[in-house]
């Protein structure tokens, strides 16, 4: 084997250990365990329509935009939602109010909170902060209540699986205070990095990919009961008779990164073959770029930079002046001595 192959091994090596160290609670999620904290059928959709167990979460539900002024295909499911829970309290979090918000209960926060560069950053994370302060149930705009959530209310938090795996932040809800939401908007300021494409980016730093890291941590060493979050299915989420919400056209966020990454899904073998033939073409550009580097006389490019070869000069000038001094000195010995130092040599 080559010494420049031995290199470049040894070089990828360790960014993937580097790499399988950093994104390990990224990789966690590829087992889905999610089912064994999952809302069950009787808890959602009792026999005789009555639930058995108190409301602990507070009746509020919690939605955000821009401002007041929401678009009209979400004006439908946002009336839906207020009208099947009159008794609720409902807050639309606006830009201004929710920036009103945190400089005025989690200063801390603010710094970071305007550094976002993307709106869709702010409108994730005051849903943590107002879930974690309030308590209640937070829905996106395009979420369309389709029956009461009274169920919803019964446990201490929740949020909805994803497929294939990992949670959402679209529709969640938790009692104030709850250890789950305050460990998520503690790790905001942590996870604030730029990961050069937007998408990445947002879904890494406050969005579902975030929130799926943060619940894998949380519930690494276990949880009690009280602190548990539970798993809203897919079926109960939509698309069934018994589902609690209607979706309508939503992903407002969306830039064209994000199209882009979306439509590979839709072309999932192109996109395999396509990933493998631009690492091998990564893997190949690297190593000839290493058999260069390993090419070239360092020695004589290093004398070649100014400062560099002052000093190498230096260097070796002195080296020579320490040799003659040795050698004026030896010159004055008796000659016993020189033989005795030339036996000593051999």
Not at 249 to 275: E, R, T, Y
Request: hydrophobic fraction near 45%; proline fraction near 6%; include cysteine.
């Amino acid at each position: 084997m080559r010494r420049e192959f031995k290199g470049l091994l040894i070089g990828h090596l360790i960014l993937a250990c580097f790499l399988v160290w950093y994104l390990f609670d990224l990789i966690t999620l590829l087992n889905d365990d999610s089912f064994q904290d999952a809302l069950l059928d009787v808890e959602l959709n009792p026999v005789d329509g009555v639930l058995d167990r108190p409301a602990i979460i507070p009746k509020i539900i919690h939605q955000t935009y821009k401002n007041q002024d929401i678009p009209e295909i979400w004006k439908s499911g946002r009336q839906a939602c207020v009208d099947l829970h009159p008794d609720y309290q409902y807050i639309l979090w606006t830009d201004e109010m929710s920036r009103q918000f945190i400089s005025e209960e989690y200063p801390w926060f603010l710094k970071t909170w305007d550094a976002y560069p993307y709106p869709i950053q702010r409108a994730d994370a005051i849903r943590y902060f107002a879930l974690a302060h309030y308590g209640g149930i937070y829905i996106d705009l395009d979420d369309g209540c389709e029956r009461r959530l009274d169920p919803l209310l019964t446990v201490p938090a929740f949020v909805r699986k994803t497929v294939p795996t990992g949670i959402s932040n679209d529709v969640m809800g938790s009692v104030p205070r709850h250890p789950f939401f305050i460990k998520a908007l503690d790790s905001l300021k942590a996870y604030q990095k730029n990961w050069l494409v937007p998408y990445i980016t947002i879904m890494y730093t406050t969005g579902p990919l975030f929130l799926s890291v943060i619940w894998r941590q949380y519930k690494r060493w276990g949880v009690p009961e009280a602190g548990k979050v539970r798993i809203l299915l897919p079926e109960d989420y939509k698309t069934h008779t018994y589902s609690f919400f209607a979706i309508s056209p939503g992903s407002s966020w969306h830039l064209d990164d994000a199209k882009f990454i979306k439509s590979m899904a839709n072309h999932l073998i192109f996109a395999i073959i396509g990933g493998f033939l631009l690492f091998f073409l990564i893997i190949f550009v690297e190593y000839h770029i290493y058999s260069f580097i390993l090419s070239i006389n360092l020695k004589k490019l290093f004398r070649k930079i100014p400062f560099v070869g002052t000093i190498s000069r230096y260097w070796n000038h002195a080296k020579m002046r320490n040799m003659r001094r040795r050698s004026r000195k030896d010159s004055n010995l008796p000659v016993e001595v020189h033989l005795e130092k030339i036996h000593e040599s051999v």
